[in-house]
């Protein structure tokens, strides 16, 4: 996989991205249904959910999963608890995390989400929406600046 400069995504931090966000965060239970993850899915207009069970961040759950391990297995969504269908393996950012940083991981790995935490803690998720709007963003002409 090819590298991505540094500078391609100047001071951007994704702590800085977060706080172009709305603040807030949907997440799931890993015993709700996957039907009621799809339906706060489809009623917030998001992508994927962190599961989150006991304020600890225990998977995701994307619309990707849905149709791959519910529909594409013939499984019924009101009867499958989001625990049976969720990634358990995350990767996450922190604040402190460089957008690069951020588009190398969703590439290489071939995520769209990554839930950012402060240490233990869930403060956000980054999709790769985000990192685009970040990019394509109206940036002030300056001369003086290499900032993207």
């Known amino acids: ?32 249904t996957v039907f009621e993850a799809i339906q706060l899915m489809a009623d917030k ?24 391990k519910v529909i594409l ?10 625990r049976d269908v969720m990634t358990q393996e995350l990767l996450t950012a922190t604040p402190r995390d460089s957008i690069a940083e951020c588009i190398r991981t969703m590439t290489e790995k071939r995520v769209r989400h990554l839930p950012v935490l402060e240490g233990t803690k869930m403060i956000g998720i980054v999709s ?3 990192v685009l709007k970040w990019f394509f963003r109206p940036k002030p002409q300056s001369t003086t600046s290499n900032d993207v």
């Open 1 to 32: 996989m090819g590298h991505i400069p540094t500078g391609m995504a100047g001071a951007g931090t994704v702590g800085v991205l977060l706080a172009r966000k709305k603040p807030a965060v949907w997440s799931i239970s890993p015993d709700a």
């Open 128 to 130: 790769i929406g985000d």
């Open 73 to 82: 297995k013939g499984r019924f969504s009101k009867d499958t608890p989001v």
């Open 45 to 68: 207009n998001v992508g994927a959910l962190p599961v989150v069970d006991n304020s600890r961040l225990v998977g995701i759950i994307s619309e990707r999963d849905y149709a791959r």
